[in-house]
T-cell receptor
Framework: AQSVTQPDIHITVSEGASLELRCNYSYGATPYLFWYVQSPGQGLQLLLK??????LVQGIKGFEAEFKRSQSSFNLRKPSVHWSDAAEYFCAVGARTNAGKSTFGDGTTLTVKP | DVKVTQSSRYLVKRTGEKVFLECVQDMDHENMFWYRQDPGLGLRLIYF???????EKGDIPEGYSVSREKKERFSLILESASTNQTSMYLC?????????????FGPGTRLTVT
């Protein structure tokens, strides 16, 4: 069975500082991997995804993530955080079968200090 | 743009009531999903559907049922609402032709059962 772990429940960074959100997954083969962002009271929006090819993927809003098969990780990074990045972030792993069902991590809440 | 809409943003119901949550997507997606989101628990899959009249149980189907009579509409039914079903409910859809199975989310329905 597939699973996702986001070790950090809550992270606080200063505006302008760099950010890394951790994600570890468990899946028997090469997975689809996603990062979604959820602003307060909203649905989830896709930031970026990996499904093949280059292991460093670029997303919207200046985010990037790197797929590391040896570490079963897909960490999200941003070089300089903006106050508007404050939100909850979800990592997800998707099977390459079964109607595209994804399993989500518990989420990391990002607070940005001025 | 893909649009997934949910019939209500906020809903308050009494214990024992039958509750219908409606989800509509306008991009002809084959797959649709219902999740519930609770603090610290991430997104948990209730049911999904990969075609009209087809449904499969997710991880937490107890107390819920679903209906998919038309491709664009996926309904979640709480047969007899209970206070432990107070939660945020999120609908999502995916396009089978998109090999990565990115999920498109609605804005969510915050249900309170009193």
């Amino acid at each position: 069975a597939q699973s996702v772990t986001q070790p950090d429940i809550h992270i606080t960074v200063s505006e302008g500082a760099s950010l890394e959100l951790r994600c570890n997954y468990s899946y028997g083969a090469t997975p689809y991997l996603f990062w979604y962002v959820q602003s307060p009271g909203q649905g989830l929006q896709l930031l970026l995804k990996y499904f093949s090819g280059d292991t460093l993927v670029q997303g919207i809003k200046g985010f990037e993530a790197e797929f590391k098969r040896s570490q079963s990780s897909f960490n999200l990074r941003k070089p300089s955080v903006h106050w508007s990045d404050a939100a909850e972030y979800f990592c997800a792993v998707g099977a390459r079968t079964n109607a595209g069902k994804s399993t989500f991590g518990d989420g990391t809440t990002l607070t940005v200090k001025p | 743009d893909v649009k997934v809409t949910q019939s209500s943003r906020y809903l308050v119901k009494r214990t024992g009531e039958k509750v219908f949550l409606e989800c509509v997507q306008d991009m002809d997606h084959e797959n649709m999903f219902w999740y519930r989101q609770d603090p610290g628990l991430g997104l948990r899959l209730i049911y999904f559907s990969y075609d009209v009249k087809m449904k499969e149980k997710g991880d937490i189907p107890e107390g819920y049922s679903v209906s998919r009579e038309k491709k664009e509409r996926f309904s979640l039914i709480l047969e007899s609402a209970s206070t432990n079903q107070t939660s945020m409910y999120l609908c999502a859809s995916t396009n089978r032709a998109d090999s990565s199975y990115e999920q498109y989310f609605g804005p969510g329905t915050r249900l309170t059962v009193t």
